[in-house]
């Protein structure tokens, strides 16, 4: 979080019949955890780097910007760059409209004597006509901030802004020919509904911004609540902005899955919050069929990829281990069967033997489709994960299609865990499979996402230490050879707490790594697990304690448990390891894929 600035903070900057709002206020209000999540959602949402702010010095001085001071289009993608333009008094922000959208939208804008209750009214009915149009998936309601609504057609594939615009247009001929309904400039008594801001470089107040001329929240409404709602149930003080986590009844496990959630920010992007996030919105959905206890299903939910953190080898069986910490607050015949459906959530893994596992197995296939608002994320993901792995950007075309194709075959004939997720996701599964029949289209339609995701790939490391290929490269088979050890402490935010071996070889300069769980060492009667990771360097193994920033892989403090010294390599192969520190002897060896045991041997 930004530092808050003592000056001036407690001085008003949005001043209106419905109340007054500090810096302070403005600060905290864009500060809330759901807000700023839901805020940063919608504008990535949009495909464009841009958005429109507005930042309130006094109630009468309030600035448009387009561009920082350095001449550069606003990018509010990042936490950080959220919380820095909040320091400075942002009030009101705006995702900007790129080339295509799968978005259509209707301004409702009344005028000053236009009643409140005829405002809702249209918006009611503008929202019923969006809802019978045929390519609309979904239709959704947002204030405005101001004295009028937002109403959204979200469609199932993305078009040209343009082409969108004219779709609305065209919808709304009907009611526009109403006399007190225009789609120009409206008279005092008309309601304008206004289609302009659907266009390239266009823009819409974000879901949950703030007005910066009434300090009113523009949040969502769902159409049955329209008649009822006021202006005063847009106060900061009155909306409530509904976490993914707030049907969990248990207060205590609710705590323990907010902080679990939050270890997500720091994984890959393929496996961060956003996915988590879709895994729990599948999960429910499925529920709604099976009616299984809602903690268990959202517990198991938002903890099946917490063993991420220590490679994806044996995740989900390390996973199980490491969710028990989370799930204190549960009888031992709940944590048990959240444990079996972490475990057994892999598509791999077989056929789970839990209703539990099954729903929470389908959901995690089947997540990527629970983007709304981003038809497109399904074939994003395929792109990212392929970077994340390496794979050079020329072989993700061929390699997408050829696993996305097959895959969506075996699914539609009845590769799912559960009938009921076939039944309710067939349709999203048919038409991502036609959106791949043609390879060349195919192409066209991935490479803009290629070329973006892989504009970070020239730089020289995924994370400190790491090189950008995360390879895990095999031990050598040596005897009787003089390496370097250090183990360093590591106080991981997603991980928690353990140690890092590392092992280096001054022959390559390469550091074998692994991750010990209990950060401790081993004593002659008991086995500690150690999970190989991908291999670091030299100079990181030997020098580095710091900390590794937010928003990186590993983020968190590094200090010494050991500072390097000489070992002595007594027999070494790809699967086993034998080294003498001083009087102690310890091995290292293979137990299944990256898990490894470590112990130390008698003398």
Do not use: C
Not at 32 to 42: D, G, S, W, Y
Not at 222 to 248: A, C, G, T, W
Not at 455 to 477: L, N, Q, V, Y
């Amino acid at each position: 979080m930004a530092k808050k600035d003592p000056r001036r903070w407690d001085k008003v900057i949005i001043k209106s019949p419905y109340g007054s709002l500090t810096k302070r206020d403005v600060f905290d209000y864009y500060q809330r955890p759901e807000v700023k999540r839901r805020i940063l959602q919608a504008v990535r949402s949009t495909g464009t780097n841009e958005t429109i702010i507005r930042q309130n010095f006094s109630p009468e001085q309030v600035v448009l910007r387009r561009k920082d001071s350095h001449g550069n289009f606003i990018n509010l993608r990042k936490a950080k760059d959220f919380d820095n333009w909040t320091e400075v008094r942002m009030s009101e922000i705006h995702p900007v409209f790129g080339k295509k959208t799968n978005l259509l939208l209707a301004d409702i804008d009344p005028g000053e004597k236009v009643p409140w209750r005829k405002t809702k009214s249209i918006t009611e009915t503008i929202a019923k006509i969006m809802s019978d149009s045929e390519d609309v998936k979904n239709v959704q309601v947002q204030f405005s901030g101001d004295r009028g609504f937002y109403v959204k057609g979200i469609l199932g594939k993305k078009i040209d802004v343009d082409q969108a615009r004219k779709k609305v247009k065209n919808l709304l001929k009907s009611i526009a020919q109403r006399p007190d309904v225009t789609l120009a400039k409206a008279k005092v008594d008309q309601i304008r509904i206004d289609t302009t801001p659907l266009k390239f470089r266009g823009s819409v107040k974000a879901p949950y911004s703030l007005s910066s001329r009434t300090g009113l929240v523009a949040a969502p409404v769902k159409l049955e609540d329209l008649p009822k709602v006021r202006h005063s149930d847009f106060r900061i003080n009155k909306v409530k902005v509904s976490s993914l986590l707030s049907d969990v009844r248990n207060p205590a496990l609710r705590s323990e899955l907010e902080r679990a959630l939050a270890t997500y920010d720091n994984t890959d992007k393929a496996h961060g919050r956003r996915h988590v996030e879709n895994v729990i919105r599948a999960a429910n959905k499925l529920n709604e069929r099976f009616k299984l206890p809602r903690d268990r299903v959202i517990a198991a939910a938002v903890l099946h990829d917490i063993g991420l953190s220590y490679g994806r080898e044996q995740h989900a069986e390390v996973g199980e281990e490491l969710a028990q910490q989370y799930l204190k607050s549960l009888p031992p015949q709940s944590r048990s069967a959240v444990g079996h459906a972490i475990r057994e959530h892999r598509y791999s893994s077989g056929n789970p033997r839990s209703t539990l596992a099954r729903v929470i197995n389908d959901a995690d296939t089947l997540s990527d489709f629970m983007e709304e608002n981003d038809p497109d994320y399904l074939f994003r993901r395929l792109v990212e994960f392929r970077k994340n792995k390496g794979m050079p950007s020329e072989e993700v075309y061929e390699d997408a299609r050829n696993y996305i194709r097959p895959w969506i075959r075996k699914a539609l004939q009845g590769g799912l865990r559960t009938e009921e997720a076939l039944e309710e996701f067939r349709p999203k599964l048919e038409e991502a499979y036609r959106r791949t029949a043609d390879a060349g289209r195919f192409r066209k339609f991935l490479q803009p996402m290629v070329e973006r995701e892989y504009k970070t790939a020239s730089k020289k490391e995924f994370a400190p230490g790491i090189p950008i290929s995360r390879k895990i490269d095999p031990i050598p088979t040596i005897k009787n050879k003089a390496w370097k050890l250090s183990i360093q402490k590591h106080k991981a935010h997603v991980a928690g707490k353990h140690y890092d071996l590392r092992l280096i070889d001054p022959s390559t300069g390469k550091a074998h790594s692994f991750a010990i769980p209990k950060a401790r060492l081993p004593s002659t009667k008991k086995i500690l697990l150690a999970i190989q990771q991908p291999t670091h360097t030299a100079d990181y193994a030997l020098n580095f304690q710091g900390k590794i920033p937010e928003g990186t892989y590993g983020a968190g403090e590094v200090t010494w448990a050991k500072k390097p010294r000489d070992v002595k390599i007594l027999k070494a192969s790809p699967d086993k390891l034998v080294f003498e520190e001083g009087k102690n002897r310890f091995a290292l060896f293979r137990m299944k894929g990256n898990n490894w045991g470590f112990k130390k041997m008698q003398e």
